[in-house]
């Protein structure tokens, strides 16, 4: 095989028999891809000429993970693209096993994906989020038989991978969710040898009881047996997280059918998992057939929860706030293509702002993912993909039924999981003719049957569809305060109202959207429009904006000092509702959506509190001061380089911090020491009035709790010089490092006076060597984008060469700079 950017993993094999390396290789590298379909997969490995024209299409030479909507997803000007894309590849197949099988094991390709090795399909697969594999043993060794394999390819077989992220009203998630449904194969995808005996599935069911005192480990197998082994040996281990050996076993079976119990332990007083300590068991299963052994490995958790009925959550017998978020898999640059170095930054940003829970919102994510929810303490709402558009046929509930079976199944030992999520948004129509209540109610249904009889351990959850809120475990209904309705001092109020309709209430999504470095000195003044008591839920077109009642998503001014206000005042009240379960804000990172084309990044959702490249914005450390443990102190106003107003005019200085008290500094002198009071809104207190010279003033911040002392300093301008509407454009060069350039246009009026309340849309072009850094879908990394207090950034890769940067705005004259 050509050298393959791989990870080459070694199970010890060290019970009786003949002993290999267990391979399991990513396959990284070597790949070629086409957008587009072909007239057949013989176009894929057809010898040709190069440069002949009958070599089209041309091929792009592509790593994996790759997602083929990797640009346009976010790209201002196209709808994303929505079709077949191929892959190939030429492999080196050696299995070291006699009679053993070699498997492509698909992380996740969406979202129907057919594989083929030369010219033979070996395998298809519907839906883009569960794992699956494709076994090509037969069609390799057939292969090799062949002159082709010689001749042509060199002792090399060719595989070929045709995704398809087509619109289907028949397949899930629907079109009309609030996500991309992207196309690729944007999880990893690895070439495994096994035995002609191995391990499918490991069930390793940990459980305690409340006091802690005594844990029972029950483990199951299921065989992947082909060759139809009639009889196999083994053995069971079990360290704990210090890699002591605490149980051993061994076993000897003469039937491999279904799911068989292979081991039965008891721990006394297990090490319990939980978000402080998330302590993990390793189970080791090995067989042995025919004198060739297979070793899996699976991490467990013992730990107890209860969701107690009409009150909180309780984990180990103690009450827990579960502190939440969510998570889609999409990143600036990739899409839903991330790396697993990616998803442990993520998961680190939300570890570290102090997340003890998350949703995986709308469908079964990464295994990289649910394994850093054991390892940091996270607990887990994972969801099937039936999200929005009603209830089609068969098709459309055989697929529902597979997925759903296959979360389960494949992070079934997961320690984090606490909820299994059958749905999401299910009152919302649109998909058929038919929008029928009773036959959605009849399928939730069954779906949760489902779900309990392949988990009985774990609880079954919605959110928003009443209708069907009697059925799951869980019910999570539609709060928004102050965003799509009402305003969020409402916001205790109705979670009450909705908490006593349920018999297990928890509160999912809520927020609101913020434009990255859009700061505003009166960011509540679009409250005064809204109508309160109404209501706080989300209804249809609210996320629109155009038309309907006031409601801030449509008539706020999307800053980050308004969302931070709206965090602020929602987190101080969960500290004083002693009922509360937990909740989970929308969203932790800026997303990519087809449905918001007009947002100030379009195709952008910026309900995050980090932007789509994990940019952290202010937001982030409103809920890092309530919810880590870790000393901390943030100035609100990092990306807010100029304030405004009038002179000697007072305005408000907000620190967010854990800290038990701070003292702020303007121009070196101490505006005096304030204790923290998280009832105390806004910023617990932490607060000050500041009376600004015209120009620069540094603001620092010296913060203490017990022994520790944190602080934190900006500079921020001052303007008291009033403006009128923009009339110019100002292009200009900010950065240059590496090749990379950074240009800052401003928006000013006939004085030349920035208009730091302009929200014009600006949009950038380039010609020449350079190449924009665009379509990244952040607020410095698009093309087209709303300005930010009259202002707007981007960057561009100068690749050695000479470039002009252009900007034009609507109504205003465009301007050009040579670089």
């Known amino acids: 095989m050509k050298k393959l950017s791989s990870i080459l993993l070694l199970l010890a094999a060290t019970y009786s028999g003949t002993l290999y390396a267990q391979q399991q290789t990513r396959l990284n590298s070597n790949w070629e891809f086409v957008r587009q379909d072909l007239g057949g997969v013989w176009e894929a490995v057809r010898p040709v000429t190069p440069g002949n024209p009958e070599s089209l299409p041309l091929w792009d030479k592509v790593n994996l993970p790759h997602c083929f909507n990797a640009r346009d997803a976010v790209d201002p000007d196209v709808n994303y693209y929505q079709g077949p894309g191929w892959y190939r590849t030429q492999l080196d197949v050696s299995n070291p096993y006699a009679n053993g099988r070699t498997l492509l094991h698909f992380e996740g390709a969406g979202q129907k994906t057919d594989v083929y090795v030369y010219t033979t399909k070996v395998a298809s697969h519907l839906g883009g989020y569960d794992e699956w594999t494709a076994d090509i043993t037969k069609a390799v060794a057939d292969f090799k038989k062949t002159d082709v394999f010689k001749k042509q390819f060199k002792g090399k077989v060719p595989v070929e991978?045709?995704?398809?992220?087509?619109?289907?009203?028949?397949?899930?998630?629907?079109?009309?969710?609030?996500?991309?449904?992207?196309?690729?194969?944007?999880?990893?995808?690895?070439?495994?040898?096994?035995?002609?005996?191995?391990?499918?599935?490991?069930?390793?069911?940990?459980?305690?009881?409340?006091?802690?005192?005594?844990?029972?480990?029950?483990?199951?197998?299921?065989f992947y047996n082909p060759a139809n082994a009639t009889s196999a040996t083994g053995k069971i281990e079990v360290t704990d997280p210090q890699g002591k050996m605490v149980s051993t076993s061994t076993y000897n079976l003469n039937q491999l059918n279904g799911d068989v119990p292979v081991g039965n332990f008891q721990v006394k007083r297990p090490q319990l998992w939980s978000p402080a300590n998330p302590l993990l068991y390793t189970v080791t299963v090995t067989a042995v057939a025919n004198g060739q052994t297979y070793t899996q490995t699976a991490k467990v958790g013992f730990r107890n929860f209860e969701f107690v009925d009409k009150g909180p959550f309780m984990l180990n017998g103690k009450r827990l706030l579960l502190r939440g978020t969510h998570r889609h898999e999409d990143n600036a640059g990739v899409a839903e293509a991330m790396t697993e170095d990616m998803m442990k930054q993520e998961m680190q940003l939300m570890?570290?702002?102090?997340?003890?829970?998350?949703?995986?919102?709308?469908?079964?994510?990464?295994?990289?993912?649910?394994?850093?929810?054991?390892?940091?303490?996270?607990?887990?709402?994972?969801?099937?993909?039936?999200?929005?558009?009603?209830?089609?046929?068969?098709?459309?509930?055989?697929?529902?039924?597979?997925?759903?079976?296959?979360?389960?199944?494949q992070h079934y030992n997961h320690a984090s999981i606490?909820?299994?999520?059958?749905?999401?948004?299910?009152?919302?129509?649109?998909?058929?003719?038919?929008?029928?209540?009773?036959?959605?109610?009849?399928?939730?249904?069954?779906?949760?049957?489902?779900?309990?009889?392949?988990?009985?351990?774990?609880?079954?959850?919605?959110?928003?569809?009443?209708?069907?809120?009697?059925?799951?475990?869980?019910?999570?209904?539609?709060i928004w305060a102050g965003w799509y309705r009402g305003i969020y001092t409402e916001y205790k109020q109705t979670s009450d109202e909705e908490f006593k309709k349920v018999k297990h209430f928890f509160h999912a999504e809520w927020g609101g959207d913020s434009h990255a470095l859009r700061h505003s000195e009166n960011p509540d003044n679009a409250l005064s429009k809204v109508k309160t008591g109404g209501g706080t839920d989300e209804r249809l077109g609210d996320a629109s904006l155009i038309g309907g009642a006031a409601r801030v998503s449509k008539d706020g001014d999307w800053s980050e000092s308004y969302i931070c206000n709206l965090f602020d005042w929602h987190l101080k009240e969960q500290e004083t509702m002693p009922w509360l379960t937990g909740s989970a804000f929308w969203v932790f990172?800026?997303?990519?959506?087809?449905?918001?084309?007009?947002?100030?990044?379009?195709?952008?959702?910026?309900?995050?509190?980090?932007?789509?490249?994990?940019?952290?914005?202010?937001?982030?450390?409103?809920?890092?001061?309530?919810?880590?443990?870790?000393?901390m102190a943030h100035i609100y106003g990092h990306t807010w380089p100029v304030r405004w107003g009038e002179a000697g005019e007072q305005k408000m200085v907000k620190v967010y911090s854990n800290c038990d008290e701070a003292e702020l500094f303007v121009n070196g002198k101490s505006l005096g020491l304030k204790k923290r009071n998280s009832q105390d809104f806004p910023a617990a207190g932490l607060r000050w009035q500041v009376v600004f010279n015209k120009g620069a003033n540094n603001i620092k911040v010296v913060a203490h709790r017990e022994k520790t002392t944190i602080t934190d300093e900006i500079t921020q301008e001052y303007?008291?010089?009033?403006?009128?509407?923009?009339?110019?454009?100002?292009?200009?060069?900010?950065?240059d490092v590496d090749g990379k350039i950074t240009v800052q246009v401003k928006l000013t009026d006939s004085k030349g006076v920035q208009c730091l309340d302009a929200v014009n849309w600006v949009n950038f072009s380039l010609a020449g060597d350079g190449k924009l850094l665009d379509d990244l879908g952040t607020s410095s990394g698009s093309r087209k984008v709303q300005a930010y207090n009259g202002r707007a950034i981007i960057s561009?890769?100068?690749?050695?060469?000479?470039?002009?940067v252009g900007v034009s705005s609507p109504g205003l004259p465009s301007v050009f700079l040579n670089l």
């Open 351 to 409: 570890k570290d702002m102090g997340v003890n829970f998350i949703r995986l919102g709308h469908y079964q994510q990464s295994r990289v993912i649910l394994n850093l929810c054991d390892s940091l303490g996270i607990l887990v709402w994972e969801e099937e993909p039936w999200c929005r558009g009603g209830l089609g046929g068969d098709v459309y509930k055989n697929q529902a039924r597979t997925m759903l079976t296959n979360m389960i199944e």
């Open 589 to 631: 990172k800026d997303f990519s959506t087809p449905i918001r084309p007009d947002n100030p990044i379009p195709y952008m959702n910026q309900k995050g509190v980090v932007e789509r490249d994990m940019t952290k914005k202010e937001s982030y450390y409103v809920f890092q001061s309530y919810w880590a443990d870790k000393p």
């Open 719 to 735: 303007q008291t010089d009033k403006w009128d509407k923009p009339a110019h454009l100002t292009l200009t060069k900010i950065a």
């Open 796 to 804: 561009l890769q100068t690749n050695g060469g000479k470039s002009v």
């Open 418 to 478: 606490i909820l299994w999520g059958l749905g999401n948004e299910n009152d919302w129509a649109g998909d058929f003719p038919e929008f029928d209540k009773e036959k959605i109610r009849a399928f939730m249904s069954e779906q949760n049957d489902r779900a309990h009889k392949l988990d009985p351990s774990r609880k079954t959850t919605i959110r928003r569809c009443d209708f069907c809120a009697d059925i799951t475990d869980v019910y999570s209904p539609s």
């Open 161 to 222: 991978i045709r995704c398809d992220n087509s619109r289907d009203l028949e397949t899930i998630p629907s079109q009309l969710s609030d996500f991309n449904v992207y196309g690729g194969i944007y999880r990893y995808l690895n070439l495994v040898y096994v035995p002609a005996l191995s391990l499918d599935k490991v069930f390793a069911s940990a459980d305690v009881d409340k006091a802690g005192a005594l844990g029972k480990l029950n483990i199951k197998a299921r």
